[in-house]
């Protein structure tokens, strides 16, 4: 049976601790175990020395090591090294774990060679991946390589050119290196010294202050008995981060010193666990039945967490902080490591270490898949004893609820079990529609479904109905009515996705107003319009007052009255697309653009369903909150930009599809005269300018700077190297003088700082 993945992740690209290798650096509490690299300053150098050196013929490099003792650390350290070096012409990196998809691996790796695959035959990516690489000098990193066999289907894509390129993988298997040897020996990792390991401890505890003389000889002895591996070290610090007794420090010495090698990763991270406050472990566990080496995307992840009651609830306003509060508490003690961060410093992607995945498998099925949650509900005092009873709906359940015909009673597990509440499984069975109805009708308790690989007939809306728990719903289908969802008076998260919009038929019913309790909708693209005729409904439901996300719809001009968007007081995140008057159904008479500034939104994204309202998108007043603003196809005049440069907190702008008035063929682009104070990051895609102007001013806090398909622009102001904080120049798609003129700026920065601290990283087919 296929299985289905809760959340599709966009590709894994860039962050300045994975092996893309961006460099948006970050402040936080607590640094998870691969942002502190001790002791492998001379393995980096041997293995750069292997992949640059010897043979002309294609080599395996093999760094071999038990779990928790740092390859993927070292891995990428290496790997993060040929971002600036060109010696390699291609580069990529993809995670095989023991329970791999071969069609995964050659989709991870074409993504990264060429882009979109979108509608690629799983069959032809072999034979596309090899045309791809011949001729290429390549590095490739398959990192967590159980079997040879993951080696020997992936092989023949790997062209043999005799131009040096070379395989890194990692492996906890001595064997499977011995077996893919080449030319190179297998490398393998060395444990940490004493001396490595109290340092490492250090960094993670005391985050660069001096450790208390109290607790130097105990501090020693921990790191002793640690035994060399970093994950016992990162997670041990976790603990004594906020348990500095000295007394504590010796019970956990004289703990460690009594486990097996072997069993020494697991018994930590089971102290660690132990430790955690009871609202955080089922919020870990729950991340132990996605894919190993799955990398969670935080934004849908936490709105998972809320929808299954783990976040304690402070308030409903704040449920999404409080979600993320628990992130970082798993994250600074090391149980989650961060992959990906935003420029604000919260984490973007994260994924569990193997051992920690391991570990909450074991729990789970110690466990037999159920647990006590405490409080039974979040709103009551937080000493509130009463807990509920729920369970996983994992594997083994679901297929004995096949065999059984979906009969409850007849489950062994199932037996006595008389109030629990389901928790929904992170993967689901495609089974047909017939089969899969029966399953949700005796699963009335479930709060979390996701469909989105099923593409669902418009029947899906009568199997609904039973599930009057529901809060988190995501399905794929070609036809939606509000309607048949307002029975979710729970429902806190929708996403309803299609393939193609011409196509779909959305009904936008007022009885979106009853659900009183939706925080996010992201529906790719709506028509949100109500008739006369819902006009009751809309004032007895004065506001969605929970609503904190919403998008993507087409609004029309005439409905965007100041009465619209009270029924939104607490919205936060808003994509529109404004659909003007000519384009209306009914001739109406001209009207003017809405003022947003009222509103309290941090993120915002505004397009236009033509080109021709040129002075329209100048009208806009936007929110003074705003931290992200991204316009698509607009003419981009002085008004729009100077109302821009007035938001003080921005630090995110996307311009999309922009237009420029000007004689002839002349766009420029001035922005000399204003200062965007807060801004850290500019991405432009597609933006049809010849010329940019601009002083080391106008950006003094730019960070990152993305230019994508901007085939006229030839050249990026000069004054960029002047700019302190500019850490990446990334060129998608641009002219070669648009390259060059960006590594001009990177050699500028060198002389003038003597540091590499500016990256320019573009693709091969810039032109």
């Known amino acids: 049976m296929k299985e289905t993945k809760l959340i599709d992740m966009e590709n894994f690209l860039t962050s300045e601790r994975t092996p893309a290798g961006a460099t948006a650096s970050t402040q936080h509490s607590f640094s998870p175990i691969d942002e502190e690299v001790v002791g492998f300053e001379d393995e980096t150098e041997s293995i750069i020395r292997q992949l640059t050196g010897g043979t002309m013929e294609l080599d395996i490099v093999s760094i071999v090591g038990m779990p928790g003792l740092g390859k993927t650390t070292l891995a990428r350290k290496v790997f993060n090294h040929f971002i600036d070096n060109k010696h390699f012409d291609f580069r990529a990196w993809c995670s095989i774990s023991k329970e791999y998809s071969l069609s995964k691996v050659f989709s991870d790796i074409l993504k990264q060679a060429i882009g979109n695959i979108n509608g690629m035959r799983d069959e032809d990516m072999p034979d596309k991946l090899r045309r791809s690489l011949m001729r290429k000098k390549y590095l490739i990193v398959l990192d967590d390589v159980w079997d040879v066999k993951a080696w020997?289907?992936?092989?023949?894509?790997?062209?043999?050119d005799e131009n040096g390129s070379r395989i890194v993988l990692t492996t906890r298997d001595e064997e499977v290196a011995r077996q893919l040897k080449h030319h190179s020996d297998p490398y393998f990792l060395r444990f940490l010294t004493v001396d490595e390991s109290w340092k490492l401890l250090q960094k993670k505890v005391f985050q660069g202050e001096i450790c208390p003389p109290e607790l130097l000889k105990v501090g020693l002895r921990v790191a002793k008995n640690c035994k060399g591996l970093p994950i016992v070290i990162v997670l041990i610090a976790g603990i004594f981060a906020k348990q500095r007794q000295v007394s504590f420090w010796n019970e956990v010495a004289n703990d460690l010193s009594s486990?097996?090698?072997?069993?020494?990763?697991?018994?930590?991270?089971?102290?660690?666990?132990?430790?955690?406050?009871?609202?955080?472990?089922?919020?870990?566990?729950?991340?132990?039945?996605?894919?190993?080496?799955?990398?969670?995307?935080?934004?849908?992840?936490?709105?998972?967490?809320?929808?299954?009651?783990?976040?304690?609830?402070?308030?409903?306003?704040?449920?999404?902080?409080a979600s993320k509060i628990c992130?970082?508490?798993?994250?600074?003690?090391?149980?989650?490591?961060?992959?990906?961060?935003?420029?604000?410093?919260?984490?973007?992607?994260?994924?569990?270490?193997?051992?920690?995945?391991?570990?909450?498998?074991?729990?789970?099925?110690?466990?037999?898949?159920?647990?006590?949650?405490?409080?039974?509900?979040?709103?009551?005092?937080?000493?509130?004893?009463?807990?509920?009873?729920?369970?996983?709906?994992?594997?083994?359940?679901?297929?004995?609820?096949?065999?059984?015909?979906?009969?409850?009673?007849?489950?062994p597990i199932l037996t006595g079990l008389k109030e629990g509440e389901f928790i929904a499984h992170p993967k689901f069975y495609a089974w047909d529609q017939i089969s899969l109805f029966p399953l949700l009708d005796n699963f009335r308790f479930m709060r979390v479904l996701n469909l989105l690989d099923i593409y669902l007939e418009s029947s899906w809306?009568?199997?609904?109905?039973?599930?009057?728990?529901?809060?988190?719903?995501?399905?794929?289908?070609?036809?939606?009515?509000?309607?048949?969802?307002?029975?979710?008076?729970?429902?806190?998260?929708?996403?309803?996705?299609?393939?193609?919009?011409?196509?779909?038929?959305?009904?936008?019913?007022?009885?979106?107003?009853?659900?009183?309790?939706?925080?996010?909708?992201?529906?790719?693209?709506?028509?949100?319009?109500?008739?006369?005729?819902?006009?009751?409904?809309?004032?007895?439901?004065?506001?969605?007052?929970?609503?904190?996300?919403f998008g993507k719809c087409r609004v029309y001009l005439a409905d965007m009255s100041p009465e619209f968007w009270w029924k939104f007081p607490n919205i936060e995140e808003l994509k529109l697309r404004i659909v003007e008057p000519k384009y209306c159904s009914v001739v109406q008479p001209e009207v003017d653009?809405?003022?947003?500034?009222?509103?309290?939104?941090?993120?915002?994204?505004?397009?236009?369903?033509?080109?021709?309202?040129?002075?329209?998108?100048?009208?806009?007043?936007?929110?003074?909150?705003?931290?992200?603003?991204?316009?698509?196809?607009?003419?981009?005049?002085?008004?729009?930009?100077?109302?821009?440069?007035?938001?003080?907190?921005?630090?995110?702008?996307?311009?999309?599809?922009?237009?420029?008035?000007?004689?002839?063929?002349?766009?420029?682009w001035d922005t000399s005269d204003y200062k965007f104070q807060a801004l850290k990051v500019v991405k432009l895609h597609f933006v049809l300018m010849t010329e940019w102007r601009s002083l080391e001013t106008s950006f003094p806090m730019l960070e990152k700077l993305v230019i994508d398909y901007c085939w006229r622009l030839q050249e990026i102001p000069s004054s960029f190297a002047d700019i302190p904080t500019l850490k990446l120049i990334k060129l998608i798609r641009c002219s070669k003088s648009l390259k060059n003129s960006a590594l001009n700026i990177k050699k500028e920065v060198e002389e003038k700082t003597g540091c590499d601290s500016l990256q320019?990283?573009?693709?091969?087919?810039?032109?």
């Open 152 to 160: 020997e289907e992936f092989r023949l894509s790997c062209p043999q």
């Open 461 to 549: 809306a009568s199997a609904m109905q039973a599930l009057t728990q529901l809060r988190y719903l995501a399905i794929r289908t070609k036809e939606f009515d509000f309607q048949w969802v307002s029975h979710l008076l729970d429902l806190q998260t929708l996403r309803v996705v299609w393939e193609d919009s011409t196509r779909m038929h959305l009904k936008t019913s007022s009885a979106i107003w009853k659900m009183q309790n939706l925080r996010h909708v992201d529906i790719n693209e709506f028509s949100f319009k109500w008739e006369d005729n819902d006009r009751a409904i809309f004032e007895e439901y004065s506001v969605l007052p929970n609503l904190k996300s």
């Open 327 to 411: 992130l970082n508490d798993l994250a600074n003690r090391s149980l989650v490591v961060v992959t990906k961060r935003r420029v604000n410093g919260e984490i973007k992607y994260c994924t569990l270490h193997d051992v920690v995945h391991e570990f909450c498998l074991r729990k789970l099925t110690k466990e037999m898949f159920m647990q006590l949650v405490v409080p039974y509900n979040p709103c009551k005092p937080s000493d509130a004893k009463v807990s509920r009873l729920c369970m996983y709906v994992h594997d083994d359940l679901v297929k004995q609820l096949v065999q059984n015909e979906y009969s409850l009673d007849k489950i």
């Open 593 to 668: 653009m809405p003022n947003l500034e009222e509103l309290q939104l941090q993120s915002l994204e505004v397009g236009f369903s033509t080109y021709i309202s040129i002075g329209l998108g100048g009208c806009i007043a936007f929110p003074s909150n705003l931290k992200d603003l991204s316009l698509h196809s607009i003419f981009l005049t002085e008004k729009i930009v100077s109302n821009i440069a007035r938001l003080r907190n921005l630090e995110r702008l996307k311009l999309r599809r922009i237009y420029f008035r000007g004689k002839g063929y002349s766009r420029c």
């Open 259 to 321: 486990h097996v090698l072997e069993e020494q990763s697991m018994k930590i991270i089971e102290l660690s666990y132990d430790h955690l406050e009871d609202y955080l472990k089922p919020c870990l566990l729950y991340m132990g039945l996605f894919p190993e080496h799955y990398k969670y995307p935080v934004s849908d992840l936490l709105k998972l967490w809320m929808a299954e009651n783990f976040v304690q609830n402070m308030d409903t306003e704040n449920m999404e902080e």
């Open 760 to 767: 320019v990283q573009y693709a091969a087919r810039c032109h």
